[in-house]
């Protein structure tokens, strides 16, 4: 086993040798804690056979414990000044590593599927800066990516946003995809002592398990996560209001007040309000109703 590189002597050694600098629109914060390195790759069940798709690996800190334990990791990295040094620390390890210097959000990801693994479902595993959690974690479950699992460093508060119920404050878009598509599981609280530079807050690690046969029925789900994103998109406004003011949506008022009326809801609650059942119960009623021209003139 080579020597790690996660630890606060080498981290710092290897950011100085190369004359690296933090960069904060990158949202950069690299593990210097090898006990929690081992511990994701251990929640993220990464065994010999499995293609692992890492977003963001910084220095490879992570990646070098993945590549340890997988059969393929594909590590996907934005930042161009971090793939020489990839490489260099990553030395060794080529038959397992693939690096790409690509933006996340930019790359055909099912490609990669498709090359790397035959098709066949990967587990995604990676520390993620706040920007980019919730657009790849959308992306991901929305696009419905094979993927088998998801296992991500994040910000504590994201971590209890996917987890979120009802009527609670982080309870959100994010919260309703998350437990639409997904298992979820809170691994581990990780301290900002774990990390350079220090972040000003607690970190989680989360673990989302796709579900094969998904618990809630859904007649169309672009049109689900349409409302979905509608219903918080004025969490102050009544889940009538919302509906009938969004253009894309093309519904008519009465064919929403229908809807919340249909369910036995009360006619001024909001859309934080409803259960991810509730929601797919509301998009299957509208759905229906634009079947009987319920629904304004795109």
């Known amino acids: 086993?080579?020597?790690?590189?996660?630890?606060?002597?080498?981290?710092?050694?290897?950011?100085?040798?190369?004359?690296?600098?933090?960069?904060?629109?990158?949202?950069?914060?690299?593990?210097?804690?090898?006990?929690?390195?081992?511990?994701?790759?251990?929640?993220?069940?990464?065994?010999?056979?499995?293609?692992?798709?890492?977003?963001?690996?910084?220095?490879?800190?992570?990646?070098?414990?993945?590549?340890?334990?997988?059969?393929?990791?594909?590590?996907?990295?934005?930042?161009?000044?971090?793939?020489?040094?990839?490489?260099?620390?990553?030395?060794?390890?080529?038959?397992?590593?693939?690096?790409?210097?690509?933006?996340?959000?930019?790359?055909?990801?099912?490609?990669?599927?498709r090359e790397e693994n035959g098709g066949d479902a990967?587990?995604?595993?990676?520390?993620?800066?706040?920007?980019?959690?919730?657009?790849?974690?959308?992306?991901?479950?929305?696009?419905?990516?094979?993927?088998?699992?998801?296992?991500?460093?994040?910000?504590?508060?994201?971590?209890e946003r996917m987890q979120a119920a009802p009527g609670e404050k982080e309870y959100g878009a994010l919260s309703v995809a998350v437990q639409y598509f997904c298992d979820a599981s809170l691994d581990m609280i990780v301290p900002p002592s774990c990390f350079m530079p220090r972040p000003k807050v607690d970190s989680a690690v989360i673990t989302l398990r796709v579900r094969k046969e998904k618990k809630f029925a859904v007649e169309n789900e672009a049109f689900f996560f349409q409302v979905v994103k509608c219903a918080f998109s004025q969490r102050r406004k009544t889940l009538y209001n919302t509906l009938r003011n969004e253009k894309e949506l093309h519904i008519l008022a009465q064919s929403a007040a229908d809807a919340i009326k249909?369910?036995?809801?009360?006619?001024?609650?909001?859309?934080?309000?409803?259960?991810v059942a509730q929601f797919a119960e509301l998009s299957n009623l509208l759905w229906r109703k634009k079947a009987e021209g319920g629904f304004t003139a795109e």
């Open 1 to 113: 086993m080579k020597e790690r590189i996660a630890t606060p002597t080498k981290t710092k050694e290897i950011i100085e040798a190369n004359g690296f600098y933090f960069k904060k629109n990158f949202g950069q914060n690299f593990l210097i804690d090898s006990n929690i390195l081992e511990k994701i790759v251990s929640c993220a069940g990464i065994g010999a056979q499995d293609c692992v798709l890492e977003v963001g690996p910084g220095i490879g800190s992570l990646t070098q414990v993945l590549a340890e334990n997988a059969r393929r990791v594909v590590a996907v990295e934005i930042d161009s000044n971090l793939i020489p040094i990839l490489q260099q620390m990553l030395s060794g390890y080529e038959d397992t590593v693939r690096i790409l210097n690509q933006d996340i959000l930019k790359t055909d990801i099912d490609a990669i599927i």
């Open 262 to 275: 249909e369910m036995g809801l009360d006619e001024k609650v909001r859309g934080e309000k409803l259960s």
């Open 122 to 159: 990967i587990k995604v595993v990676a520390n993620l800066p706040y920007y980019i959690t919730t657009p790849i974690i959308m992306d991901l479950l929305e696009q419905q990516r094979n993927v088998d699992s998801i296992t991500v460093m994040v910000q504590k508060e994201v971590a």
